[in-house]
């Protein structure tokens, strides 16, 4: 499975942005889809995901202002992210994850990351 993320860049504090990533490869076997975030010297932490089944799941500092969606035709997924904040400010990375089953077992792909710079 190969990710593609766009949609980054730099954006004042109060401002929005909306993060796309396509996925190509063996797309019948995702399940999941989102987005994590990392900052210097910090782990990838979430930031939204949704499952197949429409599903959603949130980090709590960006619940009520960010938004995820998906494409499952297409196996596109959307970040729309406003009022965002400085805190905020980080590399943002396309997630997938593969069902369960053969041949993946539950596999994780990355996308290489966009930077999200919110300036106050």
């Known amino acids: 499975v190969q990710l593609q993320a766009s949609g980054g860049g730099l954006v004042q504090a109060g401002g929005s942005l909306r993060l796309s990533c396509a996925a190509s490869g063996s797309l019948w076997a995702i399940d999941t889809m989102g987005w994590y975030r990392q900052t210097p010297g910090n782990q990838r932490q979430l930031v939204a995901s949704v499952a197949g089944g429409g599903s959603t799941d949130y980090g709590d500092s960006v619940k009520g202002r960010f938004s995820v969606s998906r494409d499952n035709g297409e196996k596109t997924v959307w970040l729309q992210m406003n009022s965002l904040e400085p805190v905020d400010t980080g590399v943002y990375y396309c997630?997938?994850?593969?069902?369960?089953?053969?041949?993946?077992?539950?596999?994780?792909?990355w996308g290489k990351g966009t930077q999200v710079t919110v300036s106050s």
């Open positions: 997630n997938v994850r593969m069902d369960n089953l053969a041949p993946f077992f539950g596999t994780n792909y």
